[in-house]
């Protein structure tokens, strides 16, 4: 991929993250939400991984997503040292559906991370990204024999029992492999409920994920008769964009009741600072939450692993977008800009709330509707979020769309799905490029 170079803007203020500035409007202060490192320049723009915005957008066009990667590998990394110096024996393993490219593959397996794969699709990517096979977790509710044969084959150093069916396939794939053992955790449902959207939980009774606490020990019980299917431990996840450590804790405590076992996967869930009024528990405070409960209920010498997805990518990455039309409707202001829920699904499915702000006068404004341009009236971005004069051609930021929005991109009304552009001091490099029409044709068999 060619390496293109963009302009410093200097001398630039670092953003506080921590304290809104005084008598500072709510967009100034959400510029705090932008990644670690991210300035605005003297001209009132931003510039991201040392990167100018306009500069980005002429050059990659819109809408495109933006990754600081010196952001990315700094979480990366906030994640990996604060659970070893918390916890030795441990891994953290990337639960890549959050960001399912080869870019971010490569560089959080170059930080030391294992990686979390929730099906073919992504254990291909992720081998695609220099995934080192041995720190594989292979999830899924429904794998396929097909899938759970590519995972064995890859090497997978953990797969994850949902279901019963899982050992019956596991264990006839693995007869055709003389001699091959292959490690797994079973995954129990602790019956334990998030106060997060009921579409992203996953750890309460009638959750379709997992084995509930009975059938988990009967799994367990049949999984320590297995010749090649070797029992390393148990799996946990309770949901995602939680924004409290108690159902974490409550977490490690039922698995810690399913028995002694080498190695105990507290999955993910941390959730991310979206908006300015967002308090989630930092790394440190979760990784202290979790800790703090294992160090009572876990055996000493067994490995810990934990799985964050959202809360690893999400602030990293920033949505680009142009403004195609304003529209003053009654007391309301229409800002629809170039993509919208094809790039970024999370508001429609569960009701994300972004900020976002003009990227080239960042600061000050009226509330608008900064809508996409989809065929949907539920095709918002942002709904009351405050931006200066926003005209036609101007540059719009979304901070905080690292997670789950390049995963759940979409064709919807051919959109073409936006490129991914990672910026590191000063430079920019596409991992992805923007799709074509072409691209759209290609599968259509005419
Ligand atoms: C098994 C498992 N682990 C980890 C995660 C990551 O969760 P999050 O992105 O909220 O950290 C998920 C996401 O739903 C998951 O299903």
């Not at 959400?30 to 915005?53: E, K, M, N, R």
């Not at 952001?71 to 399912?100: E, H, I, Q």
């Not at 890859?154 to 001699?179: C, K, P, S």
């Not at 979760?286 to 934990?306: E, F, M, Q, T, W």
């Amino acid at each position: 991929m060619p390496r293109g170079t963009t302009t410093t803007v200097s001398p630039a203020e670092p953003l506080d993250r921590t304290r809104p500035p005084a008598g500072s409007s709510a967009t100034e202060r959400l510029a705090g939400l932008f990644p670690p490192g991210t300035t605005v320049g003297p001209d009132g723009a931003l510039v991201i991984g040392g990167c100018h915005v306009e500069e980005l957008a002429e050059r990659y066009g819109t809408p495109a997503l933006v990754v600081d990667e010196n952001a990315l590998r700094a979480r990366a990394r906030r994640y990996a040292d604060g659970l070893a110096d918390r916890w030795p024996n441990s891994r953290v393993a990337f639960a890549s559906k959050a960001f399912p490219c080869t870019g971010v593959y490569r560089v959080l397996s170059d930080e030391g991370l294992g990686i979390d794969v929730a099906s073919g699709g992504e254990l291909t990517l992720a081998l695609a990204g220099g995934a080192d096979p041995e720190g594989l977790v292979v999830h899924g509710n429904a794998k396929t024999e097909e899938e759970l044969r590519m995972a064995v084959d890859a090497g997978a150093g953990l797969i994850v029992i949902d279901n019963f069916d899982d050992i019956d396939r596991l264990e006839r794939i693995l007869a055709e492999t003389r001699g091959r053992e292959q490690g797994v955790l079973v995954r129990v449902t602790p019956d334990i409920r998030p106060d997060t959207h009921e579409a992203i939980t996953t750890g309460q009774r009638g959750s379709k994920f997992g084995l509930l606490v009975d059938q988990a020990r009967e799994a367990i019980a049949r999984l320590r008769g297995s010749d090649r299917l070797r029992l390393d431990g148990v799996h946990v996840h309770v949901g995602s964009q939680i924004l409290d450590t108690e159902p974490f804790a409550r977490a490690v405590e039922a698995v810690a009741e399913l028995g002694e076992f080498a190695v105990y996967d507290l999955g993910g869930g941390l959730g991310a600072r979206y908006t300015y009024d967002d308090r989630p528990p930092t790394v440190e405070e979760y990784l202290d939450a979790l800790v703090g409960v294992a160090r009572r209920v876990l055996p000493a010498k067994a490995r810990v692993v934990i799985e964050p997805g959202r809360s690893m990518v999400a602030e990293a990455g920033v949505s680009l977008y142009r403004v195609v039309t304003v529209k003053h409707s009654g007391a309301e202001t229409f800002v629809a800009v170039d993509g919208g829920m094809g790039d970024n699904l999370e508001v429609s499915l569960y009701g994300q709330r972004f900020e976002a702000a003009v990227a080239t006068r960042v600061g000050g404004g009226r509330p608008v509707r900064l809508v996409g341009r989809h065929c949907e009236s539920g095709d918002v971005l942002s709904a009351g979020v405050p931006l200066p004069d926003p005209r036609p051609g101007d540059l719009i930021a979304v901070p905080v769309t690292g997670a789950y929005t390049y995963s759940l991109s979409n064709n919807y009304n051919g959109a073409r799905r936006p490129p991914v552009v990672m910026c590191r001091d000063g430079e920019s490099r596409p991992v992805v490029r923007r799709e074509t029409y072409e691209d759209l044709m290609r599968r259509d068999l005419v």
